[in-house]
């Protein structure tokens, strides 16, 4: 059973530095792409970052590219997600997800990809 749980939301000033943590169950991290997602008020959920299964390969957002960073340690089936110069815009729930696929030839990086998904956490960006 393929779980994950986002952590680490808060509240931050503009250009500010926030940490993200998604827990997976026991060997996930390192069988599926792991991708963060973004929901802000009114809009579709969309993709912020990824991070391959063999952790050689991330794909960032042009949004934060330069500003965050999606990295990941197998042994605490741990990744994270950590946000630098944050704007307001940046606010949103962030959603952690798992690729449907295991060991997956590429990254995935569409949102139809993901197959399991976190409860989310709420980030605010105040300015």
């Not at 815009?89 to 399991?116: H, I, L, S």
Request: glycine share 12%.
């Amino acid at each position: 059973q393929v779980t994950v749980v986002e952590s680490g939301g808060g509240l931050v000033q503009a250009g500010g530095s926030l940490r993200l943590s998604c827990a997976a169950s026991d060997g996930t991290v390192s069988s599926y792409d792991i991708g963060w997602f973004r929901q802000a008020p009114g809009k579709e959920r969309e993709f912020v970052a990824v991070i391959s299964w063999g952790g050689g390969s991330t794909v960032y957002a042009d949004s934060v590219k330069d500003r965050f960073t999606i990295s990941k340690d197998n042994g605490k089936n741990t990744v994270y997600l950590q946000m630098e110069s944050s704007k307001p815009e940046d606010t949103a729930v962030y959603y952690c997800a798992a690729d449907g696929v295991r060991w997956r030839r590429g990254v995935a990086v569409q949102k139809d990809q993901f197959k399991y998904w976190g409860q989310g956490t709420q980030v605010t960006v105040s300015s």
